[in-house]
């Protein structure tokens, strides 16, 4: 029962089952060695930092970290007594500005830590709560001077942290048996809420209502006949959430006040329920169900196949190939369509016109009988039609400048 392990990293004292039991869960990547030995009882987030989160276990710690580094906690704060021994956290919260940390332990004690100091607390009420009791929430007030703390000795209490020595105002008579039970504070910090449990078939649990300034109970809501587990008062949307043991979830509202939320589905109208239409007639025949539509059924397929033997459109013998150039519309073994017929064509088209100049000289008689586009705009400037010389390709070697013959 003494056996002990004295880790590489600060010489933290772990028994011997809990001490394999996190060996065993560091060679999983997802899992970090240097978190939590223990079971984790609540978390919260940083309310300025959006990748930082605090979480607090029965290791007798607090810890941050850090979304983006998840394998390395950012910090660690370890709760103790006045006598320096270990003492368990059951809830932690941050302040407002997220520059406090404050939990509640099994001793009955409120700490608080200046968010970068992890060595001893700020502020140590050692008997905020009774011994033994599991606080269930700490929340700060939205002007961060004042907590709430919902203890599990069925009580309410309002502290000032500039004058952390005694509780501002206490309320007694609130019944909980649940280690979640949550306070908070209304958007404007006039009101603190929280809710009470019951015993099955006891009453009905409720939601409770104070005022900050004299801590006078306001006002009460029946919920349903089951404990109040949850409830949170959205700052944003001003209005309250309430989860129940019997398994409801429920949205509290304000028509003024409130934004958005659970007012855009009040505000939907619901849908008429169209009448079904009936029909007059006492009966209804298909058209395939008469035996005048009705398709006779073949019984055999034998018969069926002498019978398209004698259809002479079922049993038309499929005509042979053309020879030849083609008859009746047909086209011959060239091919059958426009492009193959047109290929044939120019393939027989013996006509040599490699020397455009005679390809067009050909057509010269036949322009100077019926001249029609080109020699009338000519007929005045020039009457008789002049061509150019032709010369052998030596003679052109003759005339090209000197710069352009190829030197050999």
């Known amino acids: 029962g003494n056996t002990s392990r004295e880790s590489g990293r600060g010489r933290s004292r772990l028994p011997v089952g809990q001490g394999a039991q996190c060996g065993a869960r560091s060679q999983n990547p997802g899992i970090t060695p240097w978190g939590h030995t223990a079971m984790l009882h609540t978390g919260s987030w940083h309310p300025k930092i959006k990748g930082e989160f605090m979480t607090c276990s029965n290791d007798a710690t607090v810890r941050t970290w850090e979304v983006e580094n998840p394998r390395k906690q950012r910090s660690v704060f370890k709760p103790r007594t006045m006598q320096g021994k270990k003492v368990i956290p059951t809830t932690c919260t941050y302040s407002r500005d997220g520059n406090l940390i404050a939990a509640a332990c099994q001793n009955g004690s409120i700490q608080i830590w200046d968010r970068n100091l992890t060595v001893h607390p700020k502020f140590h009420y050692k008997q905020a709560h009774d011994p033994g009791t599991d606080t269930s929430c700490v929340a700060f007030s939205y002007d961060g001077n004042v907590l709430a703390s919902r203890g599990g000795d069925d009580t309410l209490k309002l502290w000032d942290i500039r004058q952390f020595n005694k509780p501002l105002f206490s309320a007694l008579g609130l019944p909980t048996m649940f280690p979640m039970t949550d306070c908070c504070f209304s958007p404007d910090d006039k009101l603190i809420v929280t809710g009470t449990s019951v015993q099955r078939g006891c009453g009905s649990g409720k939601l409770v209502f104070f005022e900050r300034r004299t801590f006078q109970r306001v006002y009460e809501i029946d919920i349903t006949d089951a404990s109040v587990v949850r409830c949170l008062w959205h700052p944003k949307l001003n209005q309250i959430m309430v989860g129940t043991g019997n398994g409801l979830a429920k949205v509290y509202y304000d ?90 064509n120019i393939a027989l088209d013996k006509t040599d016109d490699s020397n455009p100049r ?25 009457p008789k039609t002049m061509f150019a010389q032709v010369e052998s390709d030596d003679e052109e070697a003759k005339n090209e400048p000197e710069w352009k013959k190829r030197k050999i």
């Not at 067009?360 to 009338?376: C, F, G, M, T």
């Open 358 to 382: 005679e390809a067009i000289l050909r057509h010269a008689k036949a322009a100077e009988d019926n001249p029609y586009w080109v020699s009338p705009a000519y007929s005045k400037t020039q």
């Open 255 to 344: 028509p003024n006040k409130s934004q958005r939320g659970a007012k855009l589905c009040v505000v939907k109208t619901q849908r008429k329920a169209k009448q079904a239409e009936t029909l007059t007639q006492d009966y209804i025949i298909t058209p395939h169900a008469l035996p005048m539509f009705r398709e006779p059924r073949q019984r055999s397929t034998r018969k069926q196949l002498e019978k398209d033997r004698l259809d002479p459109l079922k049993s038309h013998k499929p005509e042979p190939p053309v020879a030849g150039p083609g008859r009746g519309g047909r086209v011959g073994t060239h091919g059958g369509t426009l492009s193959s017929y047109i290929v044939k």
